[in-house]
């Protein structure tokens, strides 16, 4: 149902578009002029719109649907990989059950997921959900396999990166940055609230050089490994005020040992031979 579609340069003469209304296979169905339908059981509704796929699904202006089981939703949008899904104008979804919604949003990797205008899957299992930022210079984007970028500009590169919130980017692998140009490049690294910066491996960032931050409300370390809070830190100093030290006002003499097991406690003290003690200034 449909007609035929022809359209050429109108400068050059070249043919552009010479399409007549097809449903060449087996419960395929065509609605539009020059719509295709040359799958089994797929349907092309608009004009220009193409079902190769087997149950395939096209639908807008020139839309494509060119794997199997794919559905493409809009005008110019594809769905080419197996069994994906391209929503929205423009929209292309290249990979295997890949998902893209959004005005020109890209899925290309394998089982990755593009929300968001402009918005770029291109690492396998990677996922976005974000729009663009700076009128669309910067796109949100995971190019990191397993990649997770949320946020209109956010940047997953890394494998395995997590990045959450405007402009942020995770970039090492296994990194995180959470919050607005929060960046983490190092792997396994942690960036923690706006504008923070994590660039050493396996570290946690809550600021930035000129713009650090007080972690509040930490309980008392129990484990080796544990953080210790500042009333922790009073209580230890209270079991050693019985012994303080000072030096001279007008000397820089230290203590001094020669030998081994030596030791020297005081201002110019000075223990020398193996095992020997010096106690006390001079």
């Known amino acids: 149902m449909g007609g035929s579609l022809y359209y050429e340069?109108?400068?050059?003469?070249?043919?552009?578009?010479?399409?007549?209304?097809?449903?060449?296979?087996?419960?395929a169905s065509a609605?539009?002029?020059?719509?295709?339908?040359?799958?089994?059981?797929?349907?092309?509704?608009?004009?220009?719109?193409?079902?190769?796929?087997?149950?395939?699904?096209?639908s807008g202006y020139s839309s494509t649907a060119s794997g199997d089981y794919t559905t493409a939703a809009g005008s110019f949008s594809e769905a080419t990989g197996y069994g994906g899904s391209a929503l929205g104008y423009g929209a292309i979804a290249g990979g295997d059950y890949a998902t893209a919604v959004g005005v020109v949003a890209t899925a290309s990797g394998v089982s990755s997921v593009a929300v968001?205008?402009?918005?770029?899957?291109?690492?396998?299992?990677?996922?976005?959900?974000?729009?663009?930022?700076?009128?669309?210079?910067?796109?949100?984007?995971?190019?990191?396999?397993?990649?997770t970028a949320v946020g209109a500009g956010a940047w997953a590169t890394g494998e395995?990166?997590?990045?959450?919130?405007?402009?942020?980017?995770?970039?090492?692998?296994?990194?995180?940055?959470?919050?607005?140009?929060?960046?983490?490049?190092?792997?396994?690294?942690?960036?923690?609230?706006?504008?923070?910066?994590?660039?050493?491996?396996?570290?946690?960032?809550v600021g930035d050089t000129g713009a650090e931050r007080q972690i509040t409300n930490v309980a008392a370390g129990t484990e080796g490994t544990?953080?210790?809070?500042?009333?922790?830190l009073e209580t230890a100093t209270q079991y050693n005020r019985y012994f303080a030290a000072s030096g001279g006002?007008?000397?820089?003499?230290?203590a001094y040992v020669e030998g081994e097991y030596a030791t020297a406690s005081g201002e110019s003290?000075?223990?020398?031979?193996?095992?020997?003690?010096a106690y006390g200034s001079g």
């Open 249 to 254: 006002a007008d000397s820089d003499n230290g």
């Open 160 to 205: 395995y990166g997590t990045a959450i919130g405007w402009n942020s980017w995770a970039d090492g692998e296994g990194s995180t940055a959470l919050g607005e140009s929060a960046t983490a490049t190092a792997a396994n690294s942690v960036a923690l609230g706006a504008g923070s910066q994590a660039e050493r491996d396996n570290t946690v960032s």
């Open 31 to 58: 609605y539009g002029a020059g719509a295709q339908a040359n799958g089994a059981f797929s349907t092309a509704s608009g004009a220009a719109a193409t079902a190769d796929g087997l149950q395939s699904s096209a």
């Open 226 to 232: 544990d953080a210790v809070n500042v009333d922790q």
């Open 116 to 147: 968001g205008e402009f918005s770029e899957a291109t690492g396998d299992e990677s996922v976005v959900v974000g729009g663009s930022t700076f009128f669309g210079l910067i796109p949100a984007q995971a190019s990191g396999t397993g990649g």
């Open 269 to 277: 003290a000075t223990a020398v031979g193996e095992g020997a003690s």
């Open 9 to 27: 340069d109108p400068d050059t003469g070249e043919v552009l578009l010479d399409q007549t209304t097809t449903a060449s296979e087996v419960g």
